[in-house]
C-alpha cells in the first residue's frame, strides 16, 4: 500500500468523520437534521407500537417501518465505528452507549420475543436532539441555562442534601403515626408517601387518615410550599449573574479522541485529553 | 355617481372603521367596552345552557337570549366586513375567524342540532379582553410582560424541549416497568402520566404501585419540583431587565390593511405592511 | 354641666380610644395581645365545638367558656362604640363589620340553634394578628411585602386576567372533548376542572379519560407549570427595588374619623379625611 | 496523682475531643465521614426492618447489624460523654438529645418489644450530614443560603401568619358550606383540607361537592398558586443580595462549652459563651 491510497483513505474518513461527529459543515448539519427526525420516527413507532388498538389493525405495517429504522441506527452505528479516529473510545462514550442500547432490543428479539419490549429503550436517543439545538440560535440560550445551573450545582446539592434528609424523618414519622393499616406498610413507602407530599404532586393513593398524621402532612405541605423558593431563588440569582457575564462562544465540534463537547470559538486543541480539533481535511485546506 | 356622494360614502365608512377597529376616540372606546360586555353575557348564556338544571327551567329564556346574542354579533361581523378596507384581510385574520367561528354553531343548529354543542367556541371571543386591557392603564404591563416573555422565548423553547424529552424517556420506562396491569396501558398513556407527575398535578388517577416505579416516580416529582426553578428564574431575570429598559409606547390603532397591531406611539405607516395608519377623516383634520 | 365636667368626661373617653384604637402606648400594646389572645381562645372554642367527639364530652365547658368569650367581645364592641368618636364610622368600617359578625351568631342561636353554626364567622376576627404584628419588629416587613405586592397589583392583575380567560376556554374545550359521561357535567364544573388543573392543585376528583383529553389536559398542566413563573417573576422584581428604596416609617395609628390606618411617622392629619390624628390627651402634654 | 499524669490524660482526652467534636484535622474529618456512613447504614437498616418481605427472610441478619450499630452508637456516645469538658452541656444540646433518642429505642426493646417500632428515631440522626457538608467545599453554600433565609426569617414569618390566618377561615368556610356530608366532618378536618389545597398538593382525599364549595376551592387554588411567589421573591431578592454581600468565612469547630457552631475564622473565643474556641493540644503546638 503507497503513500497516496493510505493518504485518500484517510481523507474519505475524515470527510465521512466530519459529516457525522462535526456539525459545521452544510452536509453535516443536513446529517444531524436527518438523524433527529429518523429518531423521532423510531420513537413514534415504538409508542404506536405500544398501543393495543394500533398494535393490531397495523401490525404489518409497523414491523416493516421498525426494521427500516432499525437497519439506518445500524448503518449509522456502523459509519461511526468507521470514522471515528478511535472507535473504542466512541463506543464507551454515553451517546455511544445510547446508540448501541436502541439497536440490541431489536436483534434480540429475533431470538426472544419479549426483547422487542426493551425497545422503548430508543426514547434515550433524543437525547442527541440537545446536539441540534446547539446548532444554531439556540446555543447561547442552551449555554446561560447550563451554566447558571453550573454555578448553582453546589447549592442545589445541599438542598437536595436537606430535602433527602426531611423525607426520610417525615416518612419515619408517618410510619410510626399512621402505620401499615392505613397503608404506610413500610418506611420507604412512607418516604414515597413524604416525597409526593413535599414536591406537592398529591396523588392521593396515599394520604393520612388520623388527626395527627394529618398535622405532620400539613407541616410537610407547607415546608414543601415554601422551600421549592429556595431552588427557584439560587437558580434566578443565578440567571441574573449568568446574564451579566456571558459572552463567550463555543464552536460545534466533539473530539475526536474523547468525545468532549463545548470547545471554546478559538479552542485548537481538546481542553479535555488535548487532541486537535482541527480535522486533517481541514488541516490540509489552511 | 359624483365625487361628492363617493367622498361622503367613504367618510361614512371610515367613521365606522374607527369605532369598530381602533380604540382612541371616545366612540371608539365605549364600542369596545359595549363589545366586551356581550362576549361575556354570551359567554354566560352558553354556560347556564350546559348546565342541566338551568336548561330545565329556563330553556326559553336562554334561546331568546342566545339569539339576540347572535343577532349582535352577526351585525358586529357585517360591520366589520363593510367597514375594513380589505375584508378579505379581517376573515382571514385571527380574529376575524374566530368571530366568525363564534356565529357558525348558532346558525348549523337551525339544520343540524348537534351543531350548538359547538357554541362554545364562543368562549375563544374572551381573546378580545386583552384588546380592551390595552387601553388605558394596562398597557404598560402587558407590554412589560411581553416584552419578558419575548425576551424569554427562546431559553423556554430549550426547556420545554427538556420537559418533552424528559417525559418521554420517563414515560418509556414506567411503561416498561408497571405495564398495563397497574394502569401504564401504553407508552403515549405512561407520558401523559409523566406530565401529570413532572408539573406536580398527580392527579392520582394512575400511580405506581411497584417499588421500582415508585423510584422512577420520586426521581420524576424531584426533578420536576426543581425545574420549575428554571422558567421562572428565567421569566424573573427578563422581568428585572424588562423593568429597567422598557419606555416605549404603543398606541391603540390596528392597521386596516393587514390587522397587525402594537403600533409604536409615533408610527405612522404599518410596520408589518407599510400602509398608512392615519385614517382618512384624520388625514383630513389634519 | 360645667365645663370641667364635660373635658373630664372627653379625657376619660379619649383615654379609653388611646388604650383600644391605638398601639403606640404601653396599655395600647397590653390592649391589642389580650385581644389577640381572647380571640385566639374564642377561634379555637369553636373548632373544639365543631369536633363531634369533643362536643360529646365536654358540651357543657364548651357552652359555657363560649359565653365568657361572646361576653369579652360584646363588651369590647361597646367599648369602641363609646370611645370612638364617630361611632357611626367604626360599624362601617371593615373591623367594626367583622366585630359584629362575631357577635351577632351568638345572640341569635338563643332564638335560632341554627345560627351557632355561623359562629365560625369568628374566624374573620383572627385578621387583627396583622394589626398586631404592624407593632413592633414585623412592621418594615409588612411594610416591604405590601408594597410589593402594590406595585405588582396592576401586572397581578392582567395575569389573572389571562389565567380566566384561558381557564374557561380550557374548560369550554374539555366540556365538549371529555362530555357528561366522564364527568365533565356542565361548562362551570369543567372551568373548575381547569382551575384544579393550572394551578397543579390536581384532586383527581375529576380526570381526563378519553386520548383527547388527556392531550388538552397536558397542555393545560405543562401551560400552568409555566405560568407561575409569571407572577413569581413580577413579585421578586418589585421585591428587589422595594428593598432598594423602602425606607419610610409608619406610625400604629388608627384615624378616628375614617378609621384609616397605615400614617407616615411625621403625619399629624389623617391622609384620608384630614382629622387630627393626634389625639387630645396627647395635644395636652404637647 | 503529680502534675505529669494529670496532664498526660488531659492531653489524651483532648486528643480524643479534637477527632470526635471538631473536623479540621484529617483524623477529625475521617471520624467525621466514618460517622455518617455508619448512621447511613443504621438508618439502612432500620429501613428494610420495616419491610414485611425483609423481616421475614434476613430476620436474624437484621437483627445482628442492628445491634452491630446500636453497639457502635453506644461507644461514640460514651466516648463524647468522656471527652466533652463540660459532658451536661453535650447532653443537653441538640445533637446530644437526638444522639441519645436514637440509642434508647434498642435498650428498651429489651423489656418491652413494642420499643423497637420508635427505633425510626435513628433518622434524625441523619441531621449530622450538614455537620459533614460543611468541611470542605459545601460550606460557603450552606452558609449563603442559611444566610439567605435569616435575613428573610422575618418576611417569612409574616407570610406564614398571613397562609395561616387564610387557611383558618377558608377551612371555617368550607366546614359551612360543604358540611359533614361531604367528608368535611370538623373545622380542624376543613383546615387541613384548605392546606392540602393552598399548597397545591391536593391529594384528592376530600373535595368540594357543591358548586359554592367548588367555588371557594378555587379561589383557594388561585391564591395558593399566586400565593406561592411570595416566599420565591423574597428568597430570590435575599440571595442575590446575600451574592454580593457575603465573604466572610467560618471555621468548623465547636465550641467545648456551649457547644455552638459557626465561629469566624478568625475567632479565637465562642460567641455564645466566651470560652477558648483553641484546643489545649492547638496551644501547646502554637
Not at 431470538?111 to 439545538?133: E, N
Not at 394520604?207 to 427557584?232: D, E, F, K, N
Request: net charge positive.
Amino acid at each position: 500500500m503507497d503513500h497516496s491510497v493510505r493518504s485518500s483513505r484517510a481523507a474519505w474518513r475524515d470527510k465521512l468523520y466530519q459529516i457525522i461527529f462535526e456539525a459545521n459543515t452544510p452536509a453535516g448539519k443536513r446529517f444531524d437534521i436527518a438523524l433527529i427526525i429518523s429518531i423521532m420516527i423510531g420513537v413514534a413507532i415504538v409508542m404506536l407500537d405500544s398501543m393495543q388498538e394500533m398494535q393490531k389493525e397495523y401490525r404489518r405495517a409497523l414491523w416493516i417501518a421498525e426494521w427500516c429504522v432499525t437497519g439506518l441506527f445500524t448503518l449509522e452505528y456502523l459509519a461511526r465505528l468507521i470514522s471515528a479516529p478511535r472507535p473504542w473510545v466512541y463506543v464507551r462514550s454515553l451517546y455511544g452507549v445510547i446508540d448501541l442500547l436502541a439497536l440490541l432490543p431489536a436483534f434480540l428479539s429475533i431470538f426472544f420475543p419479549g426483547a422487542a419490549y426493551l425497545m422503548t429503550v430508543r426514547a434515550l436517543r433524543l437525547l442527541r436532539i440537545f446536539r441540534i439545538l446547539k446548532l444554531g440560535r439556540y446555543l447561547v440560550e442552551i449555554q446561560v441555562i447550563s451554566s447558571a445551573l453550573r454555578q448553582s450545582r453546589q447549592k442545589i446539592t445541599v438542598f437536595l442534601t436537606a430535602v433527602a434528609v426531611l423525607v426520610i424523618i417525615l416518612g419515619s414519622a408517618m410510619y410510626v403515626i399512621e402505620g401499615p393499616e392505613h397503608g404506610f406498610s413500610s418506611i420507604p413507602k412512607s418516604i414515597y408517601w413524604a416525597i409526593v407530599t413535599l414536591t406537592t404532586v398529591g396523588y392521593g393513593d396515599l394520604s393520612p387518615a388520623t388527626p395527627w398524621g394529618q398535622l405532620i402532612a400539613s407541616i410537610a405541605m407547607i415546608l414543601g410550599y415554601g422551600m421549592i423558593a429556595v431552588p427557584t431563588g439560587i437558580v434566578s440569582s443565578e440567571l441574573i449573574r449568568a446574564h451579566a457575564v456571558h459572552h463567550t462562544l463555543i464552536q460545534p465540534v466533539v473530539c475526536g479522541e474523547c468525545m468532549l463537547e463545548g470547545h471554546e470559538i478559538d479552542a485548537q486543541y481538546c481542553r479535555g485529553c488535548g487532541a486537535s480539533l482541527v480535522s486533517e481535511t481541514q488541516r490540509m485546506i489552511q
